[in-house]
């Protein structure tokens, strides 16, 4: 049990020096990857939190962590859709984007919402090693193998609802990879669960991209020359995602 703890808290900090590179990056507006890996590295914290919860500063931690989300989503959407519309020629609209976001990202950098995880990650550890210590660990790898079976679970029960809702699958599927690599030493998974996992994802994320901007073609007419592209493109990505969800259904799940 010691090795896991070990582990969990090599991982904790690891993130929260990644978490200060990505702060680093946005507030010096080095590089268009620095929210995105931002993200990225507040994914991988919550999926290796899911687990644990009920321990002691587990909770106000996800807070922390989801808080982020809620900060960064919207500009990460915009975002891309700036990168977008520069590779299709739609250069005005695109610019508009980009100046807000060289804007957002040192307003992301300085943020209370990140200065607050900084506050509750560092400290964390801590509460792991004192858990540890008061014998609330001792069951901690049965606990955990039984969360990530329920996500598991979850998803297969998803993937066989015929009514299916793609944006609760693409959220499942980032839940249960994510989770896989937090915790590779639990995996109990068929062998062709990642790659499959990964590519219905991606198809998923090209379908929801498009989903979303019709939406926002509805408010922002600068995007409005782009919208008959877009529905056709969703079309495609609805038909390529149901084809790789299938594929991960029949590697990984029965029928």
């Known amino acids: 049990m010691s090795a896991l703890v070990d ?3 090599a991982q904790v900090l690891s993130l929260d020096v990644r978490l200060l590179a990505c702060q680093a990056r946005l507030s010096a507006t080095t590089d268009d990857e620095a ?3 931002l993200r990225t590295t507040v994914r991988r914290l919550r999926s290796l939190l899911r687990p644990l919860r009920g321990l ?3 909770e106000q931690l996800e807070a922390a962590a989801a808080a982020i989300g809620t900060l960064t ?4 959407d915009r975002e891309v859709l700036a990168a977008y ?6 250069h005005e609209a695109a610019e508009r984007r980009s100046v807000q976001m060289a804007k957002a990202y040192p307003a992301v950098a300085t943020s209370p919402e990140l200065a607050r995880l900084f506050l509750i990650l560092d400290a964390f550890p801590r509460f792991l090693r004192a858990s540890q210590r008061q014998g609330f660990l001792k069951d901690l790898r049965l606990c955990i193998e039984k969360r990530l079976a329920k996500q598991w679970k979850a ?3 998803a993937l066989h609802d015929p009514a299916h809702d793609r944006h ?12 896989i690599e937090a915790y590779p030493e639990l995996d109990r998974l068929p062998e062709q669960a990642m790659p499959r996992l990964k590519a219905a994802q991606e198809t998923l994320g090209n379908w929801h991209d498009c989903w979303q901007w019709l939406a926002k073609a509805e408010q922002e007419a600068d995007l409005l020359p782009c919208v008959a592209v877009w529905r056709v ?3 495609q990505a609805e038909g390529r995602a149901d084809r790789a969800l299938d594929k991960l259904s029949k590697a990984c799940f029965k029928s």
């Not at 989503?73 to 990460?76: E, F, G, S």
């Not at 519309?85 to 739609?90: A, D, N, T």
């Open 155 to 157: 998803l297969d029960k």
């Open 85 to 90: 519309l520069h590779s299709h020629g739609q």
């Open 73 to 76: 989503t919207p500009l990460r």
């Open 35 to 37: 929210l995105h890996d």
């Open 7 to 9: 582990r969990l808290v």
């Open 56 to 58: 002691p500063g587990v």
């Open 233 to 235: 493109t969703m079309a």
């Open 168 to 179: 609760r699958l693409r959220l499942l599927i980032k839940r249960v990879r994510y989770a």
